[in-house]
């Protein structure tokens, strides 16, 4: 591909599923260029057709080893399958080890898939700013199913729900009381749970301790129709795959006849545009406001100002800044 | 991206560069051992890197950077900077680089003198 090739000249490229425009698009949404909205907006207006699934859960608790599975499965079926892995940056220099990849290079070589690492580059919630424009131009580009994993979570990052169809919360055993550190807010949130890793002895444990969880809380039924199903998988001898999958489809399924798949439409368009709009205004701040932003961190220090009328005054400035 | 190509098992220095290219705020993807040359090209165009970085420590830079090179003119990733690392003999570095590998690092490269020359690579290149 040649040089500063502008964000529109992409556009036709992405939709045709060309891949090095695909890739080239991605790194566009990723810096967040104003010039690229343009190209985003007309890439959003093609999308719609992907079931998006995300897969979550602890660190080392199988994530990558499961995509790769899943990946293989679902090409199997003559499903395309877009990948979007999101690992850390970190907080010092900003820099990251994406090594999501490891597990999945077996899957590089088939045109069916692609793969794209993003680091979160201080987002926090378990995924990267870009993840779900990331998410269109994969289902803009016709891939059948868009897989997001998101960082190892710890318990509360759970943006992912907002932003999916399907969610797949992942727990291992081995990790003993990090399931119970989860329990509150991650393990709340999945559409299907899945136990990995379950050629290991302990296993079992594992597996009984969700359920009991899952019987003592307010059941496993959502309100559209769906049970919560507890599928034990292995990534080593691919045991529990058919079923994941089967599952998977069976969710989308139970979505679309609901009318939940409407719902949760909206809710990922609303959260979108709160999020979308959250960071305009950070920039914005961050851009033209530096000095404010120093003389009311003075004022807070100085034990002249709470933190909550700081920021009013703050948005006041803003506010009658920007009138006409 | 950083890869290991090939019957090189060899990763410590690989993972070594990877972190001071992490703590000079760049984002590394890693590959793991044992890539083929199809694996690595396809991937650092999947990824759209500024970089490939390919550490060889087995003798095979003559068979891996020219094949890696054609792939990714191939697939439309010739604006991808390949980059060396490891040990070879002088006279492959000269004969690589004249086939279009845009650096070679050899071993007691400092960790500064690395990231610099990652920075120079994208400096030159300019927006893409």
Request: glycine share 10%.
């Amino acid at each position: 591909m040649g040089r500063a090739i502008p964000p529109l000249a992409l556009v036709q490229p992405v939709l045709e599923g060309r891949l090095s425009a695909v890739a080239r698009m991605i790194t566009h949404a990723e810096s967040g260029e104003e010039d690229c909205q343009e190209a985003l907006a007309e890439i959003y207006r093609h999308t719609g057709k992907a079931h998006v699934v995300g897969i979550t859960g602890v660190p080392g608790s199988g994530k990558s080893a499961l995509v790769t599975r899943l990946c293989k499965a679902l090409r199997a079926g003559e499903r395309s399958v877009g990948v979007i892995a999101i690992d850390p940056s970190s907080p010092f220099s900003g820099g990251s080890i994406l090594g999501d990849r490891i597990r999945m290079n077996e899957l590089v070589t088939d045109p069916g898939v692609f793969i794209r690492s993003m680091a979160t580059r201080g987002a926090l919630g378990g995924l990267a700013r870009a993840s779900l424009s990331g998410v269109d131009i994969l289902d803009a580009a016709g891939y059948d199913v868009v897989l997001i994993e998101t960082v190892g979570v710890g318990q509360d990052e759970i943006d992912v729900v907002q932003a999916v169809h399907t969610t797949l919360v992942v727990s291992a055993p081995g990790l003993g009381d990090d399931i119970q550190a989860i329990k509150a807010g991650v393990l709340e949130i999945a559409d299907i749970h899945v136990v990995g890793k379950c050629d290991r002895s302990d296993a079992h444990r594992t597996v009984t301790d969700l359920k009991n969880m899952l019987a003592m809380g307010h059941g496993n039924s959502q309100g559209y129709g769906w049970q919560v199903p507890l599928i034990p998988t292995s990534s080593v001898s691919g045991e529990g795959i058919p079923e994941l999958l089967a599952a998977i489809d069976g969710h989308l399924d139970a979505l679309t006849s609901s009318g939940e798949l409407e719902q949760r439409r909206r809710r990922i368009a609303q959260t979108r545009l709160l999020k979308s709009a959250e960071n305009i205004l950070r920039d914005q701040f961050q851009r033209h406001h530096d000095r404010q932003i120093a003389e009311l961190t003075d004022r807070m220090m100085a034990g002249r100002t709470h933190p909550h009328a700081a920021a009013q005054i703050l948005l006041n400035q803003f506010r009658s800044e920007r009138k006409p | 991206m950083i890869a290991k190509v090939g019957l090189d098992g060899h990763d410590r220095g690989v993972k070594i560069v990877a972190r001071c290219l992490r703590d000079a705020g760049m984002d590394v993807i890693y590959t793991g051992l044992h890539r083929t040359p199809e694996e690595v090209a396809l991937a650092a165009v999947q990824e759209d890197v500024d970089i490939l970085g390919i550490s060889i420590l087995s003798g095979a830079q003559m068979t891996v950077f020219p094949r890696v090179l054609d792939l990714l003119r191939d697939r439309h990733g010739s604006d991808i900077a390949v980059v060396g690392g490891g040990v070879m003999p002088d006279e492959d570095v000269s004969e690589l680089k004249r086939m279009g590998v845009s650096e070679i690092l050899l071993q007691d490269t400092p960790p500064q003198a690395i990231v610099e020359s990652m920075r120079r690579l994208v400096r030159e290149r300019g927006p893409r």
